[in-house]
């Protein structure tokens, strides 16, 4: 059952119940001592705690912080996706799904909120999260420690504004080019040994999803969407608390038109008359929606740290063709809905010795449950794919079901002062409808720190990765047959789940106090590597493997920070390949598939070079302070199809061309009577106008050329109180 309907009655139950007990009935506060504590230090302590549960020893950490979000290309006010972007190695693909490439992966992204995971579902997180209940966060790679299963390419661990719940709140207003126009309102606050947090916005812009053209205003292409979220905690007593957090999205795309295309056939199978119809009329929608609800529990006390957590989320994509115009120009129209439910359970634990050793362990379980109604109207051909009659619709219901279950043990054993090892294995079962698999995965980081300005590290996990879900195609390729939808390849083995092997190595320097510099590489090699493409109208991925993958990279960072001046700057190389399709292979043309079945080919989103810098500068004077930033990405182009010299295409062989964009910015405070705040905000994203492409239409799984967006000059006006 979706749990959309229950999240605000969740939250409004937890929040009053846990506000009653701050005050209980006068017949059960007789002889009753009120407990000494400041609810604030309780819960900072309690934070700390937490982050000792998991600490991601060894791993590659990329930290942000809520000022640092601010001080980035549209602040609060970006997708959450673009705020990941500016981390080293991260490389940007379509927002419609607010896809992002880490290492050379494709999504395989885990998110959390307070060390809590959050379930998948079939649209990623950046797009549903939105950054101003952010405190900070962290983008997590490499060599993972044994608590990260499943999702592995990064850990997105974000922890909400909550440690003081400090009163107040604020209601900001940001519009400008691309009919954008934006409202958001969060307020926060304590009383007693009770914390909440909340917030709600509302986008309108005329650019959900990148334009296929090169113009400055794509056609057809407004969204709407909406966001809440909120975070209630009651402080139990000195050593314990308890946690309800959740989050309602719910989001309308108009799918972009390209002007000028060439049509397939007619609705009634005959001859296509010039004039007809128009492919810049056409009129295809996507509806989102993606609900969560987490309950933690953390106990803290010498020596030993608890957390246990409940979720639950629903999430749903619903593609609607147009039924006459996707006839004209595809021979086929789709109307795609899929939805799936999902709940789990999570225990960590870490245990102190007497001795140099720090035990940690724990187990998790998830369970998914995905319908996926499609009707699909097509028409009959004949052997040389010709329409012979009218279209006739084909109707399709699916119901698949997996579960994901993990347990991990680890120790952290410090032999000497400068030497810290970190090892431990954990075990993983996956079981759906269609496949069931496990694995015992062994982790092991070695972290040593010569001097106090210089840190070593290195690792090795084994990574297993089972299929997302909600991605797996269930479709029947045979219904198919004899019709305009009929696929050349039948078939259609099962998606597999993902067994790598991963090395990870670097060295972090402090040149100075306000100076560190960084160089991290890796290498990876998987069987059945996952990956995941659109191969039709909607915007809902499918998912294949390939039966051998290998990804190896190198990252440099830097980071500079004195006074009211700070920078940073990240260059990564990647190389990621695959060979052979070993799922799935309807999906493909029958020649690539013969190709890749005996080539090593690029990975569609496989970026070469990667790179991105920022610099901010602010003055805080009387009555105010004002900051200024800059900030500049560069991508070498996401892979495409290529020719030989024969005229044979080679999938993913060739790249778009390469991009830098330029983004600046100010932000102006102004204090206020009564402690009130006044921020005025201006922002110019792609300063220089430049007309870039992120996709041209081909290449493995990209159904739809993308162009970055123009330039544009935004501003926001804010009050916080």
């Avoid at 369970?367 to 028409?379: G, M, N, R």
């Avoid at 061309?657 to 110019?684: H, M, Q, S, W």
Wanted: net charge negative; glycine share 10%; aromatic share 10%.
């Amino acid at each position: 059952m979706p749990i959309r309907p229950f999240v605000p009655v969740l939250l409004l139950y937890a929040a009053t119940a846990l506000a009653a007990e701050d005050n209980p009935p006068s017949d059960a506060a007789v002889n009753q001592t009120p407990i000494a504590m400041d609810p604030v230090m309780v819960t900072t302590t309690l934070d700390k705690a937490r982050d000792d549960i998991v600490p991601s020893l060894g791993a590659s950490t990329f930290s942000i912080s809520s000022d640092q979000i601010t001080l980035q290309s549209l602040g609060a006010d970006a997708p959450f996706s673009q705020i990941i972007l500016r981390a080293p190695g991260v490389a940007q693909d379509s927002a419609a799904n607010g896809d992002l490439h880490v290492r050379g992966e494709h999504a395989n992204l885990q998110y959390r909120i307070n060390d809590v995971l959050l379930p998948e579902g079939i649209t990623g997180f950046g797009l549903e999260l939105d950054p101003r209940f952010v405190g900070s966060m962290q983008l997590i790679t490499g060599s993972l420690p044994a608590q990260y299963g499943f999702r592995t390419a990064g850990i997105v661990d974000i922890h909400t504004k909550s440690s003081s719940f400090e009163n107040g709140g604020s209601a900001d207003l940001f519009g400008g080019s691309f009919d954008t126009a934006k409202t958001s309102v969060e307020s926060g606050g304590t009383a007693g040994k009770l914390g909440y947090f909340a917030n709600g916005s509302f986008n309108h812009n005329s650019i959900g999803i990148e334009n296929p053209a090169p113009g400055t205003t794509p056609l057809h292409d407004a969204t709407d969407q909406y966001k809440t979220f909120a975070c209630v905690t009651r402080v139990l007593n000195d050593t314990s608390r308890i946690s309800v957090m959740g989050s309602v999205s719910y989001s309308n795309f108009q799918i972009p038109n390209t002007a000028g295309l060439p049509p397939g056939t007619s609705p009634n199978g005959a001859p296509w008359l010039p004039g007809s119809f128009s492919s810049a009329t056409l009129n295809e929608h996507q509806n989102e929606q993606n609900d969560y609800v987490i309950i933690a529990y953390q106990k803290s006390t010498d020596g030993l740290n608890l957390q246990l957590a409940g979720y639950g989320r629903y999430s749903s994509a619903h593609f609607t063709p147009d039924p006459t115009g996707d006839l004209f120009f595809d021979g086929v129209a789709s109307d795609v809905d899929r939805k799936v439910s999902s709940g789990g359970l999570q225990a960590d634990i870490s245990v102190l010795t007497n001795g140099p050793h720090t035990l940690r362990g724990g187990v998790m379980l998830l369970t998914e449950q995905l319908s996926a109604d499609t009707t699909t109207t097509v028409f009959p051909v004949d052997g040389s794919g010709n329409p012979t009659g009218s279209p006739f619709p084909i109707a399709g219901a699916n119901s698949d079901h997996a579960v994901f279950s993990g347990m991990y043990l680890q120790d952290e054993w410090k032999p000497a002062a400068q030497l810290t090892l970190n090892y431990g294995a954990r075990f993983d079962a996956y079981s759906s409808s269609f496949d069931r698999e496990n694995q015992l995965s062994p982790r092991v980081n070695l972290i040593y720190r010569p001097t106090s300005t210089t840190t070593l590290h290195a690792g090795y996990a084994r990574y297993f990765t089972p299929p997302p879900l909600e991605n797996v195609s269930s479709a029947t390729v045979a219904q198919f047959n004899g019709t305009s939808n009929a696929s050349a390849v039948t078939q259609n083995d099962p998606v597999r789940s993902e067994r790598a092997n991963y090395f990870d190595a670097g060295i972090t320097q402090s040149l100075s106090p306000e100076l560190q510099v960084g160089v991290d590489g890796y290498y990876k090699t998987a069987r059945n590597q996952l990956d995941d493409g659109l191969f039709g109208q909607s915007l809902i991925l499918s998912a294949f493997n390939y039966r051998e993958g290998r990804i190896h990279g190198v990252e440099l960072t830097a980071s500079y920070s004195a006074g009211g001046f700070s920078a940073y700057s990240n260059l990564a190389s990647s190389v990621a390949q695959g060979k052979d399709w070993s799922s799935a292979q309807f999906l493909f043309d029958p020649a690539d598939l013969a190709y890749v079945r005996s080539h090593w080919i690029y990975l569609d989103h496989a970026q070469r070079l990667t790179a991105s810098c920022g610099s901010s500068y602010t003055w805080k004077r009387s009555p105010g302070s004002t900051h200024v930033y800059v900030d500049a990405l560069y991508g070498s182009g996401l892979r495409t199809d290529a020719t030989d010299s024969l005229g044979n295409t080679i999938p993913n062989g060739g790249t778009v061309a390469p991009y830098a964009t330029i983004n600046v910015g100010a932000e102006r405070d102004f204090n206020l009577p009564g402690k009130r705040i006044l921020k005025v905000r201006l922002d110019v994203v792609n300063l220089t106008d430049k007309s870039y492409e992120l996709r041209n239409g081909a290449g493995v799984g990209v159904n739809a050329a993308q162009y970055g967006m123009r330039r544009g000059v935004f501003g926001s006006l804010g009050v916080s109180f």
